[in-house]
């Protein structure tokens, strides 16, 4: 197992840092899990917390999460593959 994955690559694939292997795999959860309480929160105090396009929003947003992820994992297995 590799003890370091790479965060960031620039557009010719070449890796410009890393981080350690718990950091890189936490980072985008523990974002994720930031933004959305500070979404929540907000949405709470204006009263906008129960109407559909606040649960349309904050889904979506989830989406974009989830799918950075997962592109975060692919980039990662490629880079390794090399």
Do not use: D
């Amino acid at each position: 197992m590799l003890e370091r994955l790479p965060m960031q690559w620039s557009l010719t694939g070449k890796v410009n840092w890393s981080a350690s292997r718990r950091i890189a795999l936490m980072f985008t959860p523990i974002l994720a899990t930031v933004t959305l309480a500070y979404i929540g929160m907000t949405l709470s105090a204006s009263g906008a917390l129960g109407s559909k396009a606040s649960f349309v929003t904050v889904t979506a947003i989830s989406g974009c999460f989830v799918g950075v992820h997962a592109l975060h994992f692919y980039l990662i297995s490629r880079t390794l593959r090399r």
